[in-house]
């Protein structure tokens, strides 16, 4: 079976500064990865993922992550955040063989202060 | 191409009631997934449709089903509901070709359930 655990439940952060928010995956089996943001009162928007390859993903808003295998982990960041950046942001994971099953973490609640 | 579309937008039902919600997926879309969000036990996936037929399920209880019809759109219905069933109901579309190929999902607005 496979989990996600997303270390932070809430990370505030300043307007224009630096944010990684952390992510750690379980699988017994090679998995897709991804981000998602969650706006208020809207679905889910995917920020970017990473199927094979290059371990450093860009995405979109100006958003990447990077695919850790060793240390399971799959890691967001970005390098100014702004405060549209505001949301809440879900680290997920599928199998190959089940793609369309998404197992979420619990997600992470982004808060800018100006 | 328009998006994933979910009616109704919010929905207030009493406890033991049975509900409905429907899904319109992306032209083209054949998997069809429905997910509950709530506070407590975040994001979980219920099931997937592909071609009318389920092809994935999760661990939720028989009150919780779906359908799909011929032309891809899905609904989901919950019976006897209970409170703990006040969630948001979102639903995704993709190609849903299987094997080692990637079809990313695009979810819908939700549909915001309140069980009173």
């Known amino acids: 079976a496979q989990s996600v655990t997303q270390l932070d439940s809430q990370v505030p952060v300043f307007e224009e500064a630096p944010v990684e928010l952390r992510c750690n995956y379980s699988?017994?089996?090679?998995?897709?990865l991804f981000w998602y943001v969650q706006y208020p009162n809207q679905g889910l928007q995917l920020l970017l993922k990473y199927l094979s390859g290059s371990t450093l993903v860009k995405g979109i808003n100006g958003f990447e992550a990077e695919f850790n295998k060793s240390q399971t982990s799959f890691h967001l960041r970005k390098p100014s955040v702004h405060i549209s950046d505001t949301a809440e942001y879900f680290c997920?994971?599928?199998?190959?063989?089940?793609?369309?099953?998404?197992?979420f973490g619990s997600g992470t609640r982004l808060s800018i202060r100006p | 191409k328009a998006g994933v579309t979910q009616t109704p937008r919010y929905l207030i039902k009493t406890r033991g009631q049975q509900v409905t919600l429907s899904c319109s997926p992306i032209s083209g879309h054949r998997s069809v997934s429905w997910y509950q969000q709530t506070p407590g036990q975040g994001l979980q996936f219920l099931f997937e449709y592909f071609s009318e037929t389920q092809r994935n399920k999760g661990n939720f209880p028989g009150r919780f089903s779906g359908r799909q019809f011929s032309n891809s759109r899905s609904e989901m219905n919950v019976s006897t509901l209970e409170l703990g069933d006040s969630a948001l109901y979102l639903c995704?579309?993709?190609?849903?070709?299987?094997?080692?190929?990637?079809?990313?999902?695009?979810f819908g607005p939700g549909t915001r359930l309140t069980v009173l």
């Open positions: 997920a994971v599928s199998v190959y063989s089940s793609a369309s099953k998404i197992i």
């Open positions: 699988s017994s089996v090679s998995v897709y």
């Open positions: 995704a579309s993709s190609l849903g070709l299987q094997g080692h190929s990637y079809n990313e999902q695009f």
